[in-house]
């Protein structure tokens, strides 16, 4: 079952080596990206999972690497490829959240799966819910951007939706909502170019998933919310859109919930 998640950002120019001189501009971001990743690594999990946004669902295997080739920054991780390297690059979702688990020295015991973009919300939480039995305490990282229409700036031009969309989005990552990112409407948040849609939906199937699944210790045919016996503690730690981007960080955990 699913004990804790970090829900984070993967905008390239995160990595200050990437951003070079704007880089300050995103200081406050990045270390709330920082402190969701430290609560995460808190919580004793026995599978931590990276979780992001891709043109097709897969998970990867310990061949996959990180890198930033492709957006102008030579930077490859693992630099020294491990056994049974398959010559795999992460999308940048992944790849961005792997430089977030490194800075931590916990990137080489995560797990990497993406979902595509424009998966059905149903797909989605139905990997969520896969995920979350797959070990008894699962750890998710989750990456994600929101709407790209914020301001005449941004990548996909001011759209008026976009603000509501996104309030609506930090509200329920505040609040561990799980059953508001479920809802999320994937026509509306492809015409807002919401990068985070999938992933959020597979971090709601999650959450929502049965504490019986298979892998989870414990009483099988328990209620069929991770909150039963447990108190979900939630805090969005950031809610910014200096780029026309909306960048979301929250961090979700199990209060009170043993082996």
């Excluded at 990068?195 to 699944?213: D, K």
């Amino acid at each position: 079952m699913i004990v804790s998640a970090a829900v984070c950002p993967h905008p390239p120019i995160l990595v200050p080596a990437l951003a070079a001189g704007a880089a300050p501009e995103l200081d406050g971001l990045r270390a709330a990206c920082d402190d969701a990743v430290r609560r995460l690594a808190v919580h004793d999990a026995d599978a931590l999972i990276v979780v992001g946004g891709a043109p097709e669902a897969r998970a990867f295997g310990a061949g996959a690497y990180a890198t930033l080739r492709p957006y102008g920054l030579d930077w490859t991780s693992p630099v020294v490829p491990a056994d049974g390297y398959g010559g795999e690059a992460l999308p940048l979702s992944l790849t961005i959240g792997y430089w977030l688990l490194e800075r931590h020295g916990i990137a080489a015991q995560a797990r990497y799966q993406s979902v595509a973009f424009d998966a059905d919300p149903d797909a989605c939480l139905r990997l969520g819910a896969e995920l979350a039995g797959s070990a008894a305490r699962v750890a998710l990282l989750v990456m994600g951007d929101g709407s790209a229409c914020r301001t005449e700036k941004a990548p996909g031009y001011l759209d008026e939706r976009a603000q509501g969309h996104d309030e609506r989005v930090a509200q329920a990552l505040g609040k561990a909502d799980a059953a508001s990112l479920a809802a999320l409407d994937p026509k509306l948040s492809a015409e807002l170019q919401v990068a985070g849609r999938a992933a959020w939906q597979v971090l709601a199937g999650a959450w929502q998933a049965p504490t019986g699944s298979a892998g989870a210790e414990g009483e099988k045919g328990a209620p069929s919310t991770p909150a039963a016996g447990a108190e979900a503690a939630a805090a969005l730690l950031a809610d910014e859109a200096p780029y026309g981007v909306g960048y979301f960080v929250a961090s979700w955990a199990l209060e009170g919930w043993t082996r």
